[in-house]
């Protein structure tokens, strides 16, 4: 089953502690199972940091110590920490940073205004008044796991593809020639585009005003310019 996970944490100034840390199907990374002490004894799952076990203490809201697992506003986390769960809108609750491992870096603030350099290398610019977690996301050896199989990928939902260059010439513009032949040009989609090197991203998004630095181009984007 699906677990709901508090991305907002907008229960503030209430402690809670840490029942136990769990799998969660349909994540990369694991979740903590947490109980607020309030009167109606509130539980809820929230992402955990690295390290984060049963019985650790977590809070949200200004008052918290910057401390891995509790919640608050950039305006309140001392520059340079390690942060997680990054909200791009004040409220709406986190958006970067959530799988295996991952984590951003909040580098600076000014006039309302906080620079995070995000996994990826990019510097996005938010307000001081979104939130993040301290901490990075648990379960870093994610990237290790090794699926031993093809039926287990299958099971992640991903089914085979045939190659373009194992097809006639008819069938794909890569396709034809003797041996495994790279047909005598870049890679290409099965209507002839260009598959490689291009920039997905798309030019009218309003968040584009956001970013202060682009992340380091790939390899086939430095080829192609």
Same mark, same amino acid.
């Given at each position: 089953?699906?677990?709901?996970?508090?991305?907002?944490?907008?229960?503030?100034?209430?402690?809670?502690?840490?029942?136990?840390?769990?799998?969660?199907?349909?994540?990369?990374?694991?979740?903590?199972?947490?109980?607020?002490?309030?009167?109606?004894?509130?539980?809820?799952?929230?992402?955990?940091?690295?390290?984060? @076990? &049963? =019985?650790? #203490?977590?809070?949200? *809201?200004?008052?918290?110590?910057?401390?891995?697992?509790?919640?608050? +506003?950039?305006?309140?986390?001392?520059?340079?920490?390690?942060?997680?769960?990054?909200?791009?809108?004040?409220?709406?609750?986190?958006?970067?940073?959530?799988?295996?491992?991952?984590?951003?870096?909040?580098?600076?603030?000014?006039?309302?205004?906080?620079?995070?350099?995000?996994?990826?290398?990019?510097?996005?610019?938010?307000?001081?008044?979104?939130?993040?977690?301290?901490?990075?996301?648990?379960?870093?050896?994610?990237?290790?796991?090794?699926?031993? @199989? &093809? =039926?287990? #990928?299958?099971?992640? *939902?991903?089914?085979?593809?045939?190659?373009?260059?194992?097809?006639? +010439?008819?069938?794909?513009?890569?396709?034809?020639?003797?041996?495994?032949?790279?047909?005598?040009?870049?890679?290409?989609?099965?209507?002839?585009?260009?598959?490689?090197?291009?920039?997905?991203?798309?030019?009218?998004?309003?968040?584009?005003?956001?970013?202060?630095?682009?992340?380091?181009?790939?390899?086939?984007?430095?080829?192609?310019?």
């Amino acid at each position: 089953m699906l677990r709901i996970v508090d991305f907002k944490r907008k229960t503030d100034g209430i402690e809670a502690s840490v029942i136990s840390v769990e799998y969660a199907p349909c994540r990369s990374a694991r979740v903590a199972l947490i109980e607020y002490a309030d009167e109606f004894k509130t539980k809820s799952y929230i992402l955990a940091p690295d390290g984060m @076990k &049963a =019985g650790d #203490k977590v809070m949200s *809201g200004e008052t918290a110590e910057p401390k891995p697992g509790n919640c608050l +506003p950039l305006s309140r986390i001392p520059i340079g920490l390690t942060i997680h769960n990054i909200e791009i809108k004040p409220g709406r609750g986190g958006q970067i940073a959530r799988s295996a491992g991952c984590s951003a870096t909040l580098g600076a603030r000014d006039k309302g205004q906080a620079l995070v350099t995000l996994p990826s290398g990019e510097v996005r610019r938010v307000s001081d008044k979104c939130r993040a977690t301290i901490g990075t996301v648990s379960n870093v050896e994610h990237f290790n796991v090794s699926l031993g @199989k &093809a =039926g287990r #990928k299958r099971w992640l *939902g991903r089914k085979p593809h045939n190659r373009g260059m194992a097809m006639n +010439p008819t069938d794909h513009p890569m396709g034809g020639g003797e041996g495994r032949s790279k047909s005598g040009g870049h890679p290409k989609g099965p209507s002839g585009v260009l598959a490689k090197g291009g920039k997905t991203r798309s030019k009218k998004k309003p968040s584009n005003a956001a970013i202060v630095r682009r992340r380091p181009a790939g390899p086939f984007q430095k080829h192609n310019g």
